[in-house]
Structures are given as C-alpha cells and as structure tokens.
C-alpha cells in the first residue's frame, strides 16, 4: 500500500515544475495517478517495460523520493489517499482507516459513508458514498478555491473511496458498482 503513494508522490513531484510556471503557461491538465500495490522498487525492476514518455519520463524528469516513511499506520487505502490529497496525516484528516469503530454509534464506519446522500446510477446500497468524513481540505479543492471554482476537479476509481477521496469536497467522484457493472456518483457531488 505504501509503495503506491512514493509513485503518486513521484508523479505528484513531477508535476511541480509545470505548477511554478508563469500564468500564462499554466498547465490545461494535471493528473494524479495511484496505483495500489506498486512497490517503488517496481520503477527500476520493469524499467525496461515502460516507454519513454511514461514511467521513465517521469523518473528522469521528476523528482522522486528514494527512502521515503509513513508517520502513521495503518497504511491502507482510504488513509493513503486522504494523506496524498490533504498533505496530512489521519490524525489530522480523519480517515484513520477503511472502517472504523464509533462508539457514538456503536458500530463501525466507512471511511467514505454518507447516509445523507443518494445514489446517482448504479445501485441504491453503493450510493451513500461522499467525503464528508473528511475532516481538512485537498489539493483538488484548493485547486477550486484557487480557480474560484473554474478548475475540473474529477475522481475516478473502481473503489468509491478511491474516488471520493482524491476529489475532495468540491470535486466530482465516479466510482464502479460492481452490483450493476456501471460508474455511479452520489447526490453529494451534484448538491454541491
């Protein structure tokens, strides 16, 4: 789980010089990409599969962090992109795991449960999906706050919190329902 983030954040890394550009050659796009599993070693091991636009543009190019460490645990998916896309740790963003015990409500929690929310395609019992638990801002809603609200801000995964999340409060989350075979969102994102 932790090797994917050093590949977001070496993307992520990447990205950066495009950032500090003036304002007229502001980037049109910026796209952040995990992939769940990916061992940093993974760069160097399949080197020779990437092409030279891609991975290998992005390792010469970019800036990467070679012996990088997570102050937290445990280092699972609601938690990891959370902390990519907030900066912070789940102390202070609040997905402290993919499910949680509330002793408030006297069972567990999704990281990404909303039961205030609707389902928007697919089906009813995967729609109740938003980042309200989500205690801190992301870089995508800054990137909204930033543009007064004139940046795209979209999510998409096959996990709804691997939508949710990175898309933050302000952005547009698809996510695949595997009940119905379809992207569905939530009420949530179109309420906003």
């Known amino acids: 789980m932790k090797k994917f983030r050093i590949l977001l954040l070496l993307l992520t890394m990447a990205s950066i010089p495009l950032l500090a550009q003036t304002h007229a050659d502001k980037p049109k796009l910026v796209v952040g990409i995990i992939v769940d599993q990916m061992r940093q070693d993974y760069l160097y091991r ?24 997570y102050n937290y645990i445990p280092t699972y998916t609601g938690p990891g992109h959370a902390s990519v896309y907030t900066g912070t740790t789940p102390a202070t963003h609040g997905i402290i795991g993919n499910d949680w015990y509330v002793k408030k409500l006297d069972r567990m929690m ?58 933050g409060h302000m952005g547009d989350a698809y996510w695949f329902d595997s009940n119905t075979g379809e992207f569905m969102t939530s009420s949530y994102y179109h309420d906003k």
């Not at 399949?46 to 290998?56: A, L, N, P, V, W």
Request: glycine residues 10%; aromatic residues 8%.
């Open 46 to 69: 399949f080197s020779d599969r990437y092409s030279e636009g891609g991975f290998k543009r992005l390792m010469k190019d970019g800036f990467m962090m070679k012996n990088a460490h």
């Open 110 to 167: 999704y990281c990404a449960e909303d039961t205030a929310v609707t389902n928007v395609g697919g089906s009813e019992e995967n729609g109740f999906i938003s980042p309200r638990n989500l205690l801190t801002t992301t870089i995508t809603d800054e990137l909204r706050i930033a543009s007064q609200k004139r940046s795209k801000v979209v999510g998409v995964a096959i996990k709804d919190r691997g939508a949710s999340m990175p898309a």
